[in-house]
């Protein structure tokens, strides 16, 4: 079985690590590029939002290399994801038959573990039991990764850039917890960032694939470091599937905190986003980025409540909303301005005292 799955930044070695842990082989589709995306709009309804269309995008260069089986989160949360996998089937079947897209249902862990994995791959719950550990514990090491990578990028460009290959080669190639643990000493060592810290923070949120795809969000991470600043984030694979498992204290976290703001959840990740930016908040950031697709309806509702959090802390909010034709001139103009209005800021108060 050639086990084609969609691009989900960093995490995509972890979710690669997972399948291989249940001995097929990974068919990952080529970077996420202006073909993707191209490919993903010409196939998709028009209207639909962007996370479908790359993803389909994806998956259309995952067959072209050879891919028979193609694996797609589902699962309803309100909102057009529920029928994503469902869509995307017919509208690759204009390109290939010979394939299948399997809906992999988030929402029950007993499913996923004792039925659905079982027999798609041909092996026994406890297997995936081990695979479900290893993933758990690679998504925190490309989770630890991404955050080593914006703190270090701040501070030392060039240093980050330099360690960032030979880094998620060693991601990739630990398969047992013994061989992650020791990949995670020595990413740190390869980090060496010695408690150097950048003088602006600003923390991300949004719609979970736009803020954990770099090529999605057109790497606003690293855009952000190279004006001086850190970003921090929550959002990422190893907190989701702590979700799906029921042990993500940072999700009811975040539904406390929301709630003044957002009582019912209006789906996706609204509830997150907002919990998440009043975190943020709380830990003295100096800026909050929200980022989502531009039809996002529940994203949208969350601009609201972001809006009023920023204007009672006083902490800027800039929200971005991406489509196929956002262009990376306008969008790095947008993040360089921010990023001078924080820094002012941050030394008119300095130098006021407050
Ligand atoms: S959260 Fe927003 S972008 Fe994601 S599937 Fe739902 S409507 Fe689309």
Redesign the pocket.
């Given at each position: 079985m050639k086990v084609g799955i969609p691009h989900f930044g960093f995490d995509t070695l972890a979710l690669k690590g997972f399948i291989e842990e249940l001995g097929a082989e990974v068919v990952l589709p080529p970077p996420t590029s202006k073909r993707t995306v191209e490919i993903g709009v010409k196939l998709a309804p028009e209207l639909v939002?962007?996370?479908?269309k790359i993803t389909l995008g994806n998956f259309a260069e995952a067959l072209e290399r050879g891919a028979d089986t193609l694996l797609m989160a589902a699962g309803a949360?309100k909102?057009?994801?529920g029928y994503?996998h469902f869509l995307q089937e017919q509208a690759l079947r204009q390109i290939k038959q010979d394939f299948r897209l399997v809906p992999v249902s988030q929402y029950s862990a007993s499913g996923f573990i004792f039925k659905l994995i079982p027999e798609l791959f041909g092996v026994s719950p406890l297997r995936v039991m081990r695979a479900v550990c290893r993933l758990l514990v690679k998504s925190a090491l490309t989770r630890d990764f991404r955050r080593l990578l914006n703190r270090k990028r701040a501070v030392d460009f060039a240093g980050a850039e330099q360690v960032k290959g030979p880094v998620m080669s060693l991601i990739d190639r630990a398969r047992t917890i013994s061989e992650m643990k020791r990949a995670r000493r020595e990413m740190v060592r390869l980090f060496g960032i010695n408690g150097k810290r950048a003088d602006i923070r600003i923390g991300l949120v949004g719609?979970?694939?736009y803020t954990v795809d770099q090529r999605a969000n057109q790497e606003i991470e690293k855009e952000l470091a190279r004006l001086g600043a850190e970003v921090v984030f929550e959002r990422c694979l190893y907190n989701h599937l702590r979700y799906l498992l029921h042990i993500d204290a940072g999700y009811r976290r975040s539904r406390r905190l929301a709630r003044p703001y957002l009582a019912e959840c209006p789906?996706?990740?609204a509830i997150r986003t907002v919990g998440e930016a009043r975190q943020f908040v709380m830990q003295g950031v100096d800026g909050i980025v929200q980022v989502?697709?531009f039809?996002?309806?529940?994203?949208n509702i969350a601009l609201e409540a972001l809006q009023r959090i920023s204007e009672q802390s006083g902490v800027p909010l800039l929200y971005l909303s991406f489509d196929e034709h956002t262009s990376t001139t306008g969008l790095v103009t947008r993040l360089e301005a921010f990023v001078e209005l924080l820094r002012r800021r941050k030394y008119a108060r300095r130098v006021s005292g407050n």
């Open positions: 939002c962007m996370p479908f949360r909102c057009r994801f994503y719609e979970i694939f789906g996706g990740e989502f697709p039809t996002c309806m529940p994203e």
